[in-house]
């Protein structure tokens, strides 16, 4: 075998290593820092949608007496001979 020419070679080796190497490294800064803003709008639309959720839904303390309603109706309730449901 041929070192000698083998060692001619090795710096464009190299060299073409050190390049691919340091242009995959910026691509890959690149996705992540694309990665960060796109996580950051998303976590900005889940803020925004959880405090919007207050005007768009019934409280609590409004809605109780409507769920205790259902409640009673699902677990106190009987069945006429034809299968129907009587209160």
Excluded at 52 to 67: C, H, N, Q, T
Aim: proline content about 0%.
């Amino acid at each position: 075998m041929h070192y000698q020419d083998l060692a001619e070679h090795l710096g464009a080796v190299l060299a073409l290593l050190g390049t691919f190497a340091s242009l995959s490294g910026f691509l890959f800064w690149r996705m992540l820092v694309r990665m960060e803003k796109k996580l950051d709008q998303l976590h900005d639309a889940t803020f925004h949608c959880q405090t919007g959720l207050a005007d768009r839904f019934v409280g609590r303390g409004e809605f109780r007496k409507e769920k205790e309603d259902l409640w009673g109706a699902v677990n106190a309730h009987s069945h006429s001979s034809e299968g129907r449901v009587v209160r």
